[in-house]
């Protein structure tokens, strides 16, 4: 007999934590392995965070804080999205939550009734799909190749439309490509959507500052389309503040209040001394961790040349996050050194099991012929693991 719920039991586990737990147990065996696996920057965040973090808690900012997060941090996450976005949200178009990931799954909440239809430009990230079900919508992906770098067009997103979209979810840079959408191809969207106003936009930025193809563009800029447009973004990848757990969102008012609303009888306010934390990182100028996008940059770099060394991993060039998407396909059909490769999950596990790589399968991120692979990890690993993948595979 199932005693649990049937909405729980149609949940996919996050293949991302999936990895990582087996790498861990691998790991604990005594296995040599290289987690190129999870969305996580190798390095500590900036001692001026830490060090606001440890004053906070001299400070007693040991209470519960307000649902929608402090007042002072709202303020400069306002003033942080003027600044390095040109966006103006007032603090009541803000709300602080525990991760962008919650972020997400409020506005899914509040926005999404049984049957809506919500469009993924596929890949995605791995949640997207798993968030939009447990909100009782539908995902319908818009699939994409590396011959367009994972990039949707407006043709394909006029096809997907159906009078019960409601949401489109998208991330830019992306997770899982880190691809990069311009100004131009953003505004190519907007001019399909215009035509559909029932359709509001969910831009992801988490990653705006891991960039490198010369500046970031908001979605919600586009005259017209700031009134339908949530932005979401948060302190975890450009900060290297993942286990502190703060994302935000900044949108229209009506809908700031339906998921404080939301979050309230849920998880209430976030972490006190994270938040009091998360206003030195965005007071503090982009310059501050500039290091880490130089070192990102320098990562991706050295990855794309060393994955071109091994035939048959097709590669585009990513513009931002720190991620690769390569397409594997040729290898699928295949037996090499005793394994059968049909598909994108068999290639990665044989990268775990033959390698000792952890790595994603693409089939999580809505794209069968390709695994992610993250290069948030030192050179010498970077190195390493791609000598191990070449090896395993020719």
Not at 53 to 77: C, F, M, R, T
Not at 120 to 149: C, F, H, N
Not at 312 to 318: A, Y
């Amino acid at each position: 007999m199932n005693l649990l719920s049937e909405r729980v039991n149609k949940l996919a586990t996050s293949a991302t934590l999936a990895m990582a737990a087996k790498t861990r147990e691998l790991k604990a065996e005594g296995k040599d392995i290289i987690g190129l696996s999870l969305g996580e920057p190798d390095f500590n965040p900036p001692e001026f965070i830490k060090q606001a973090a440890i004053e906070a808690i001299g400070q007693n900012y040991h209470s519960y804080s307000p649902v929608d997060g402090y007042a002072d941090l709202k303020q400069a996450i306002s003033d942080k999205f003027k600044r390095d976005n040109h966006l103006d949200y007032t603090p009541n178009q803000i709300v602080v939550s525990t991760g962008a990931k919650q972020s997400l799954a409020n506005i899914a909440m509040v926005m999404l009734n049984p049957g809506d239809e919500v469009l993924l430009p596929a890949p995605y990230w791995v949640s997207y799909s798993d968030i939009v079900k447990i909100a009782e919508g539908t995902p319908v992906e818009i699939r994409t190749g590396i011959e367009s770098d994972f990039k949707v067009t407006p043709a394909q997103l006029e096809a997907a439309i159906t009078p019960k979209t409601k949401l489109m979810i998208f991330s830019s840079p992306c997770n899982p490509t880190g691809s990069v959408y311009s100004q131009t191809e953003l505004e190519g969207l907007a001019g399909v959507l215009r035509k559909h106003p029932q359709i509001f936009v969910v831009s992801d930025e988490i990653y705006e500052h891991i960039n490198f193809v010369g500046g970031h563009f908001s979605f919600a800029c586009i005259p017209d389309m700031y009134d339908r447009t949530v932005t979401v973004n948060g302190v975890s990848k450009a900060f290297a503040m993942t286990g502190w757990r703060i994302g935000y969102i900044g949108g229209p008012e009506w809908i700031a209040k339906a998921c404080n609303k939301i979050q309230g009888q849920i998880t209430s306010g976030a972490n006190s001394i994270a938040q009091r934390a998360t206003i030195a990182a965005l007071k503090a100028p982009v310059s501050s961790i500039q290091f880490m996008i130089d070192a990102f940059r320098e990562r991706r770099n050295l990855i794309l040349e060393l994955l071109a060394e091994i035939p048959g991993i097709k590669t585009n060039e990513p513009g931002g996050a720190f991620y690769v998407f390569p397409d594997v396909s040729s290898f699928f059909g295949k037996t090499i050194k005793g394994h059968t490769i049909k598909n994108a999950d068999d290639f990665a596990m044989y990268l775990l099991e033959e390698a000792h790589v952890a790595t994603v399968t693409g089939a999580a991120f809505g794209s069968d012929n390709c695994i992610r692979i993250s290069y948030a990890a030192s050179t010498d690993e970077l190195k390493e693991a791609v000598r191990r993948i070449k090896n395993a595979l020719t």
